[in-house]
């Protein structure tokens, strides 16, 4: 049971969040009073309550509301967390299971601007937590250094193409952290979204970066999730990109078990993040398609895209380019999330070319 504190906090956050007639969280939207009222008491084996999960409650213009403290609150917590994952992952419904991990064949995936017009670079992502360990807000320090030590030896262990160094954060001289802020691949401490979550606790322990000698395969260690394999590159070569993560995470399974669940695939930290976990994102330049913004809405939508400014997430188009990404990974298998992100890809240059 959770103890009187928390049960009051929650109750504190729970007026706050009622109050918030402008709030539009998919939290705000499905923890109703009794859902409330069933689950403020609960507590899961490693001690996480429904506080640990909506501790970010004080950032009330989030657009989810809520992270999982560990792999046995998605199903304690469930009565909060199966509607809001059914909301987000479009017809991904409570009664749905989701497939078996498949990355299909490989060389379905091509080069979507052979000539180089439209896309400047290409990136696929997914995300995998270590299993037998919780998720941030409830990780010790111990443990997240022994989690970097097994990450840090089994990357160190790759061959071939994949080949690379780890850089821990702890101790990282200045010259290797501007040089990792150059090629954009160091992360920073949390957002206010991860911070209010307690995703950032004794930073920056256990947390650091691996990236292969030709810098286009990178692992984040104990960022938001315990491991974001990253696989990219300038241009629009799909294929390779989706090939080398494949083979990337296929080799790091070979040796750390990931937390995986029966009815919700892949588990990680966010629930925006789950089942397949895969991200595969262009940047792109659409200029025609950038003045005629609903035209670009309209085909996003119809192969379920997520059109982000070229930053990322809360962020402006800068110049015409985008972000363009996958939306659906749940429901669906890896191969099929990633072809549905090259067919509306596609989809857009030929517009764009049409348009001129």
Known sequence: MADAATIAKLEEGFKKLEAATDCKSL???????????????????????????????????????????????????????????????????QTDKHPNKDFGDVNQF???????????????????????????????????????????????????????????????????????????????????????????????????????DNKTFLVWCDEEDHLRIISMQMGGDLGQVYRRLVSAVNEIEKRVPFSHHDRLGFLTFCPTNLGTTVRASVHIKLPKLAANREKLEEVAGKYSLQVRGTRGEHTEAEGGVYDISNKRRMGLTEFQAVKEMQDGILELIKIEKEMQ
């Open 110 to 212: 091509v080069n979507v601007d052979p000539d180089g017009k439209f896309v400047i670079s290409t990136r696929v992502r997914c995300g995998r937590s270590m299993e037998g360990y919780p998720f941030n807000p409830c990780l010790t320090e111990a443990q997240y250094k022994e989690m970097e030590s097994k990450v840090s030896s089994t990357l160190s262990n790759l061959e071939g193409e994949l080949k690379g160094t780890y850089y821990p954060l702890t101790g990282m001289t200045k010259d290797v952290q501007q040089k990792l802020i150059d090629d954009h691949f160091l992360f920073k401490e949390g957002d206010r979204f991860l911070q209010a979550a307690n995703a950032c606790r004794y930073w920056p322990t256990g947390r650091g970066i691996y990236h292969n």
């Open 27 to 93: 939290l705000k939207k499905y923890l109703t009073k009794s859902v409330f009222d069933q689950l403020k008491g609960k507590k899961t084996s490693l001690g996480a309550t429904l506080l640990d999960v909506i501790q970010s409650v004080e950032n009330l213009d989030s657009g989810v509301g809520v992270y999982a403290p560990d792999a046995e609150a998605y199903t304690l917590f469930a009565p909060l967390f199966d509607p809001i994952i059914e909301d987000y992952h479009k017809g991904f419904k």
